[in-house]
């Protein structure tokens, strides 16, 4: 039935392009939109259409070099746009930013995609998402991580990039159980000793930072057995080796992925959303506990990014949360990689 | 189990903005990445990875005002690049715009991405891809439309924008049969007048055209009285208007899809992919029947939709295939759609 050289329009295409067309073109010049129209059947449809109850993706399957890796997305909280997200940026000129993004204003979509990297028989899941939310905005790593065909028992390493509840809050089910009950939970030493540091919880301000004291030691509670701290720059499974990317909080890691001569930049929260931090690398977000060094990181590692034109992870880039970083004016802009609908 | 104030980061991170933080940096630095590593827990992972067998994505819902919208991947192709390829560039300068979008050299990857759109209780499937394919590259339309959800004997139009057959051929199955039993199929008039002309057909040089004439009247054999002719600038459904953008094809189409204040222009083959022919809007692709009609065409959609700010659809595009389209310098860029994972 199928005819392989008929039904490959791209072949077609390039005989046609090199047989040429041109008095093609001149024939249909002579002809007018003058047909009319025929009788349609009146079969109806078998059912009415229903609205759509899930969204597609969830995950995305990619390769660097010989290591297999995908991108799940957690889901996706929308806030108010409230004072202090940017400390150093006005309403006015974030709201700008957003437009350029083509994003509405006075409000932000924050995204969040852990991934997983299986490498020689190991698999490591970075980053775990918001954890539980009865809502389901956000918590979706578990089903999505299924829906990839990724058993969550099957993880071999859960590894930690820095403190914060969406990226830790998933190491707990609702019931407080393991989401990964056969994984070794990779943190941090840097991160650890900062957050498990007593003096430090006593001397934290009222709000945020105390609050995320006390929720990292509600995560941690009773796992002492199952977590290993990591130093930098110490390959953690084949390919795979954290770096300090220090400021967004004191022991914030970022990765390096490398199979050959393929490198994935998992860069974990050096920036938020690409369309305000990345393309102001000089805005604090209040995210960042050491502002002014957040930034010097940023600079660095995008400065390094862009002449090396490695691909980068971004935990808070749009699904699939692949792309690359050019420079654009004082900051840089990333173009989101193609999907590639193919294993 | 969950604290709504505690489990958001956001909300956290907009307390520690507000709240200050500099106390904690000051304490950060005086840390140092010292801790020791504990033991690991030695149970082993409960299986072997397996490597993935199939990508994700596949479907993307989104909306445009009150009507549903559903963009569907029916898969990708690789060639090799063929002299032709583009007209009136050489291989030097499409292996630059590839770099430039981070694509390899000397091939091309060409999506296919149909869609469905919902509006007044009728389903459009606009163009059908590729159709039966044994290899599975592409004719993933069926099962990608089954997980979204919509069950192909839901589709009360199939709309074709062009007779090309990575449009057409997935009217059927490949037994031959309707792969969308109760739908009418509508094209465009001046398509169908020119590639039904048996004049047409007796002038066309053997090669890619002449493969599209028999390949239109082996697709659409029988069908006649499914078949509706439908004239330009006359809606087809509610919100959806088919407008004249001639050149790719004699008769090709592209379609505008509104509601409200919210518009999707659907470009249809306007361009193949936009790495190389929205940044470079005057080269002629192999594809483009009548080169300057088509360039014309091309330019004056783009600069209205950069003036517009519209969002597109793409039918050659990455999936999920919308953007938006900014000039950049004598051509112009997409900025992707950021991905939203919720409904």
């Known amino acids: 039935m199928t005819n392989p050289v008929l039904n490959d329009p791209t072949r077609r295409a390039a005989l ?38 899930r969204q ?28 202090g997200f940017v400390r150093n940026a006005s309403r006015d000129q974030i709201n700008a930013a957003l ?9 932000m979509t924050l995204v969040y995609n852990p991934m997983v990297v299986t490498t020689a028989g190991k698999r490591v899941l970075i980053d775990t998402g918001n954890g539980p939310d009865p809502k389901g905005a956000v918590g979706q790593l578990l089903p999505n991580m299924m ?5 969550p028992n099957t993880i071999d390493i859960v590894l930690l990039t820095h403190f914060h509840g969406d990226h830790v809050n998933g190491v707990l089910k609702a019931d407080g159980s393991l989401a990964f009950p056969n994984a070794e939970i ?8 900062f957050w498990m540091d007593d003096g430090n ?13 006390v929720n990292v030691r509600r995560v941690f509670k009773g796992l002492d057995r199952r977590i290993t701290r990591y130093e930098m720059d110490k390959e953690v499974a084949a390919g795979l080796t954290p770096f300090a990317t220090f400021g967004h909080t004191p022991g914030h890691a970022s990765l390096s992925l490398q199979s050959g001569n393929a490198r994935l930049l998992i860069q974990a929260d050096v920036t938020n959303h690409p369309a305000l931090f990345v393309r102001n690398p000089g805005w604090h977000a209040g995210f960042d506990m050491d502002g002014p060094k957040a930034e010097e990181t940023r600079r660095r590692l995008y400065d390094r990014a862009v002449a090396d034109k490695v691909l980068i992870a971004g935990f808070h880039y749009p699904f699939p949360s692949l792309g690359y970083a050019e420079k654009d004016g004082d900051g840089y802009r990333v173009v989101p990689v193609a999907w590639n609908p193919v294993l």
Do not use: C
């Open 16 to 53: 046609a392009a090199l047989g040429g067309g041109a008095g093609l073109a001149a024939a249909s010049s002579a002809l007018g939109p003058n047909a009319h129209a025929q009788s349609a059947p009146t079969t109806p449809a078998a059912s009415v259409p229903a609205a759509p109850t």
């Open 56 to 83: 597609g993706g969830g995950f995305y399957h990619h390769r660097i070099g010989d290591i297999s890796v995908t991108q799940i997305v957690d889901g996706a909280r929308t806030i108010p746009l409230a004072d």
């Open 147 to 151: 829906a990839a065909g990724i058993d």
């Open 201 to 213: 919880l006593s001397r934290a301000p009222e709000g945020g930072v105390k609050q995320t004291f």
């Open 186 to 193: 990779l943190v941090p030493s840097a991160e650890w000793a």
């Open 99 to 107: 437009g350029q993004a083509y994003m509405p204003a006075n409000s």
